[in-house]
């Protein structure tokens, strides 16, 4: 399989505006994700990755609730969300760098575990720090208000998101001081036409693109654990395997020849 391509500057992304509403002391975002949405259908084609129409509805939801968070966030922050649901029994995992503007993911039909709850982890790093691991349970099968609870049990404020249109998503979080009942009390209508009766300020632009980064060195590293201890068992007397990306789901062929190389050069 070829090596993924890497982010091109010049090619087109979701350009994403944040917006701080005035006397409110809340954030406002809000982003048409149907580009967003193109580029994953893509990859699934590209990618001969099957999900069901059940599961990809609730990627797409999670895909713009994990963009509209990350857009609120520093520059220097990467992040990685696994969602669990239990009914669909399912994962649904996203990641991405603010730093160069990438998100990815997958759907995870298969093996997940059976738990008395719905749970959602968030894995955040920032900079050099170390990184940072948050749990927390929800209902429903919404991945938004998956989300909602994250912010709310985790990050300590209150945080909304809105589908304003057929693929058009908003989200309006809170900040210290914020007009709670103004907040509590927003309506669909008042989000998608925010401008029209708020006074907004805008923060900044970001661009987003679907992108992994995903390639043979990187599969290499993966099996190569699991090579020094079996590597007849990994094989199973083939010359050649499959290894799809944990991140994205891409399929990559790794040769053992080329794995006995990696190895033996890491030592």
């Known amino acids: 399989m070829p090596e993924s391509t890497p982010i091109n500057p010049e090619n087109s992304g979701l350009e994403v505006t944040t917006w701080f509403v005035r006397s409110r002391n809340a954030l406002f975002t809000k982003a048409d994700f149907g580009q967003l949405y193109v580029d994953y259908y893509l990859h699934l084609s590209d990618q001969a990755i099957k999900v069901s129409p059940e599961h990809v509805a609730l990627f797409k939801r999670a895909l713009a609730g994990y963009v509209l968070h990350a857009v609120s966030r520093p520059w220097n922050e990467l992040t990685a969300w696994t969602i669990n649901f239990q009914e669909p029994l399912v994962n649904l995992f996203l990641t991405g760098d603010n730093a160069d503007g990438s998100v990815t993911g997958r759907v995870f039909d298969e093996n997940v575990k059976e738990m008395p709850s719905n749970l959602f982890f968030a894995d955040v790093i920032r900079g050099k720090q170390p990184k940072r691991r948050s749990s927390v349970e929800f209902t429903g099968s919404d991945p938004l208000a998956a989300v909602e609870s994250y912010y709310r049990k985790s990050e300590q404020r209150p945080a909304r998101f809105f589908q304003t249109g057929e693929e058009e998503f908003a989200l309006v979080a809170a900040h210290p001081d914020y007009d709670e009942a ?15 009766h708020e006074e907004l300020g805008e923060l900044e632009k970001r661009v987003y693109r679907w992108h992994c980064g995903c390639n043979q060195q990187r599969m290499l590293e993966v099996l190569a654990p699991v090579f020094r201890q079996d590597a007849d068992g990994l094989f199973e007397g083939e010359e050649k395997i499959e290894i799809r990306c944990p991140r994205c789901a891409a399929r990559h062929a790794i040769t053992r020849e080329a794995l006995e190389a990696f190895v033996a050069n890491a030592k």
């Open 182 to 196: 103004w907040f509590e009390a927003l309506t669909t209508e008042q989000v998608a036409n925010m401008s029209g």
